[in-house]
């Protein structure tokens, strides 16, 4: 895709002429002060600049213009895949780099890491896609996107429904009010000397945290949709600031499906799993409900007993 005059501008002055693309990701905050000068006629000379003007009642506005312009520079592919997650394996990309090979990629980086500091040798590679940030411009609209491998996706979901429930079923934490000093004050006294309705629900909560781990990685229950044929979810929503979807892969074949130089190509040629992934994943979220429940009513009958 040609870039536009804006982002030609932009690449001129931070390279003195157009480099190949996608720019290294090293330069994505130096062109960025560049598009942002070019998008709003002004020089911004740091990041504490650019973040002071943006940071304010229109910066939703403000941060779309410039990502929109970014992208060219530092995109793959016809609709300018980018992954903009902070965490980042150490890999070149190109347009044949599949969200396989970024998982991949990324869980090794980080197991070797974990591994050295337990003294332990790293463990295979098991699917890890999380909430990957992307951007892309699809039809000429910038959309914001989270890309997830299925399994993955049931810690977070049933998290969520763990502090749900607490929230529903148990007393708030008590609160003296709201200052810094305050709340640091109301955390210290939680901690030391909790009143007993706090103390369930932190007894709860870390029951409930050991049953996820027990469902997930003992039981295998993120392991459910591991011998599925490929498929992906794809949902769109616009909240009317900005336009995102959430992109989820059955599995780790499906991945190897998804190539960032036709990203978008490749996951509409894949069938839809949707109401199957949706489906699923209530079932595992009600068998989990129905434990915790029964954990709950446990740990309060010991703390009356």
Same mark, same amino acid.
């Given at each position: 895709?040609?870039?536009?005059?804006?982002?030609?501008?932009?690449?001129?002055?931070?390279?003195?002429?157009?480099?190949?693309?996608?720019?290294?990701?090293?330069?994505?905050?130096?062109?960025?002060?560049?598009?942002?000068?070019?998008?709003?006629?002004?020089?911004?000379?740091?990041?504490?600049?650019?973040?002071?003007?943006?940071?304010?009642?229109?910066?939703?506005?403000?941060?779309?213009?410039?990502?929109?312009?970014?992208?060219?520079?530092?995109?793959?592919?016809?609709?300018?895949?980018?992954?903009?997650?902070?965490?980042?394996?150490?890999? &070149?990309? @190109?347009? =044949?780099?599949?969200?396989? $090979?970024? +998982?991949?990629?990324?869980? !090794?980086?980080? *197991?070797? #890491?974990?591994?050295?500091?337990?003294?332990?040798?790293?463990?295979?590679?098991?699917?890890?896609?999380?909430?990957?940030?992307?951007?892309?411009?699809?039809?000429?609209?910038?959309?914001?996107?989270?890309?997830?491998?299925?399994?993955?996706?049931?810690?977070?979901?049933?998290?969520?429904?763990?502090?749900?429930?607490?929230?529903?079923?148990?007393?708030?934490?008590?609160?003296?009010?709201?200052?810094?000093?305050?709340?640091?004050?109301?955390?210290?006294?939680?901690?030391?000397?909790?009143?007993?309705?706090?103390?369930?629900?932190?007894?709860?909560?870390?029951?409930?945290?050991?049953?996820?781990?027990?469902?997930?990685? &003992?039981? @295998?229950? =993120?392991?459910?949709?591991? $011998?599925? +044929?490929?498929?992906?979810? !794809?949902?769109? *929503?616009? #909240?009317?600031?900005?336009?995102?979807?959430?992109?989820?892969?059955?599995?780790?074949?499906?991945?190897?499906?998804?190539?960032?130089?036709?990203?978008?190509?490749?996951?509409?040629?894949?069938?839809?799993?949707?109401?199957?992934?949706?489906?699923?994943?209530?079932?595992?979220?009600?068998?989990?409900?129905?434990?915790?429940?029964?954990?709950?009513?446990?740990?309060?009958?010991?703390?009356?007993?």
């Amino acid at each position: 895709m040609e870039c536009s005059l804006v982002t030609q501008k932009a690449l001129v002055e931070v390279y003195g002429r157009i480099p190949p693309l996608p720019i290294a990701r090293t330069d994505w905050r130096k062109v960025k002060l560049a598009v942002a000068g070019q998008v709003f006629g002004r020089t911004f000379n740091d990041d504490e600049a650019l973040d002071d003007f943006i940071e304010d009642q229109e910066h939703y506005d403000k941060s779309n213009q410039i990502n929109r312009y970014l992208v060219e520079a530092t995109g793959i592919g016809p609709n300018l895949f980018t992954v903009t997650s902070m965490s980042y394996p150490e890999m &070149d990309f @190109g347009v =044949d780099t599949t969200m396989l $090979d970024f +998982d991949k990629a990324h869980y !090794r980086q980080i *197991e070797e #890491d974990i591994a050295k500091e337990e003294r332990r040798e790293p463990r295979p590679y098991r699917e890890s896609l999380y909430k990957v940030w992307t951007r892309t411009r699809i039809d000429g609209e910038l959309v914001y996107g989270f890309v997830s491998a299925a399994g993955p996706c049931l810690w977070d979901v049933l998290e969520a429904v763990l502090f749900d429930w607490i929230d529903a079923n148990m007393e708030p934490y008590l609160k003296s009010g709201g200052t810094q000093e305050a709340l640091a004050a109301d955390i210290e006294r939680q901690m030391e000397s909790p009143e007993p309705h706090e103390k369930l629900r932190d007894d709860t909560y870390a029951a409930g945290s050991r049953l996820i781990n027990t469902m997930l990685t &003992d039981e @295998g229950f =993120d392991r459910i949709f591991t $011998d599925d +044929d490929p498929w992906v979810s !794809r949902k769109v *929503e616009n #909240d009317g600031h900005e336009t995102r979807e959430e992109i989820v892969f059955s599995n780790a074949r499906a991945m190897e499906m998804a190539r960032f130089g036709s990203f978008h190509a490749d996951i509409a040629a894949l069938p839809d799993g949707t109401a199957s992934f949706d489906s699923r994943v209530a079932s595992v979220v009600e068998e989990f409900r129905s434990r915790l429940k029964e954990l709950a009513d446990a740990i309060k009958v010991s703390g009356d007993g």
